[in-house]
């Protein structure tokens, strides 16, 4: 569910008319809605309860500051993969005791910055890794908290270039090397082992991956014990995907999740940590674009709109389907459109035929379900200036992020005096 609906024929983020939003911004942008946001987080911390949990927002999803505090104010952690994402998590005022550390390149200067200023656990990945994190934590008198990331091997059922726990990928540690890294974990200086991560992909839409992952998490949980290592946190990564369309089966719901994670972890007496991403931003934005042209082709119609590919790279991407709907709902005959972008290149395409109500150069339409992995991959390809960002909450709306002027862009570049 989320509250983008039509109201008096126009289309609305909760009681913000998108025209009216068009009006101050600009076209293209994106748009998310507050309650949605807070719907979907919501959703995660009913579905675990009772269990001890802490849901930390995959922030590589949806990375604006003002989202980040909107979460953080109803106490969510972060999952953070860089320096930078980590810093924004602090501009939010999230505490660093809610900030988890993914990602298999972390850098010395990286550790030292959460080391610095906080951090509940580093998700290790490697023991290369591993040995640097000790090297840099004992060097600064400071105990760092980690888990390892172990990969279970097991095949998450989605695009390939989001699956994550197959042994070919580059992901975490086999599992079945994971008893000796972690005794390895326990003899160095400057780190505090303190629980088990795994995270097999993104947009699963079937529990039976994620339950096998579980359950190989909770035997080497018990394997771990015995070993003398006190396992008190389990981070369950993210991936539960999300409809991206109205008619498809929808994929399980966060109540579903919690209840399979209770099932399979529940009697481990352990903190769950889950770090989703797309469930919660995903259905909570749109993007919104401007028809420029209609073009008849060759048997095919091109709807050259004011938004491509370096804003929305999913479609050019993974091949993925977002639905496009008009902002001023309308009765007029359908038409197959091939839906596209002004970039130079035809991998910006949007859609292939697709149906939609006869569209005019100047009307709105809006992509749904963009507010995961939309603006965070955005790119200035073409020297088109990243688009702003847009907050709704109930009736107000906010930039977010402001559109950069053709003179910040140019500004970033210099020119040698040699030249
Ligand atoms: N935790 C870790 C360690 C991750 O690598 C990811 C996503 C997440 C959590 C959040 O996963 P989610 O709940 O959002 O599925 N750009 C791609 C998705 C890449 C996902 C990368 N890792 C897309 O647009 O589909």
């Known amino acids: 569910m989320d509250h983008f609906i039509y109201k008096d024929g126009k289309l609305h983020a909760e009681d913000v008319d998108l025209t009216e939003i068009a009006r101050a911004v600009g076209t293209p942008f994106y748009v998310y809605s507050a309650a949605t946001l807070t719907r979907h987080y919501k959703l995660f911390t009913e579905a675990l309860s009772p269990l001890p949990h802490q849901v930390c927002f995959a922030i590589k999803s949806l990375s604006n500051i003002a989202v980040l505090k909107l979460l953080g104010d109803l106490g969510a952690g972060m999952d953070v993969v860089s320096g930078g994402e980590y810093r924004r998590a602090l501009a939010a005022g999230v505490p660093g005791d809610r900030i988890v550390f993914s990602g298999v390149g972390k850098t010395r200067e990286e550790m030292r910055l959460a080391l610095t200023h906080g951090i509940r656990q580093f998700n290790v990945e490697s023991e290369p890794e591993l040995l640097a994190l000790s090297e840099v934590a004992s060097a600064m008198g400071a105990t760092a908290p980690i888990t390892l990331r172990v990969n279970p091997d097991v095949d998450a059922k989605t695009h390939e270039k989001i699956a994550t726990g197959k042994s070919e990928n580059k992901f975490g540690i086999p599992i079945a090397k994971a008893r000796a890294v972690y005794a390895l974990a326990a003899t ?40 003398g290592h006190e396992i008190t946190r389990l981070d369950l990564g993210g991936g539960l995907g999300i409809p991206y369309t109205r008619s498809n089966e929808a994929p399980p719901l966060p ?82 459109y091939d839906v596209v972008g002004p970039v130079c290149e035809t991998g910006d395409t949007f859609a292939k035929g697709r149906a939609l109500a006869r569209l005019e150069p100047g009307d709105l339409i809006a992509f749904r379900s963009a507010g995961a992995y939309g603006a965070v991959m955005a790119s200035e390809y073409n020297t088109r200036p990243l688009i702003p960002e847009v907050l709704v909450m109930g009736d107000q709306f906010a930039v977010i992020r402001q559109r950069p002027s053709f003179e910040e862009i140019l500004n970033r570049d210099s020119i040698p005096s040699w030249l």
Do not use: W
């Open 188 to 227: 160095l200086p400057g780190i505090k082992v303190v629980g088990v991560d795994v995270h097999i992909g993104s947009q699963l839409t079937d529990l039976a991956p994620f339950e096998a992952a579980f359950q190989k998490v909770a035997e080497l949980t018990l394997q771990l014990r015995e070993d």
């Open 255 to 336: 109540t579903d999740y919690g209840a399979m994670v209770k099932r399979t972890l529940g009697h481990l007496n352990c903190e769950i940590e889950i770090e989703p991403g797309r469930l919660i931003s995903g259905n909570s934005g749109l993007l919104v674009s401007e028809v420029i042209y209609v073009k008849e082709g060759e048997g095919r119609t091109f709807l050259i709109v004011d938004a491509a590919m370096n804003d929305l790279v999913r479609p050019s991407m993974y091949g993925a389907h977002h639905d496009i709907v008009p902002v001023i709902e309308s009765t007029a005959d359908r038409q197959d």
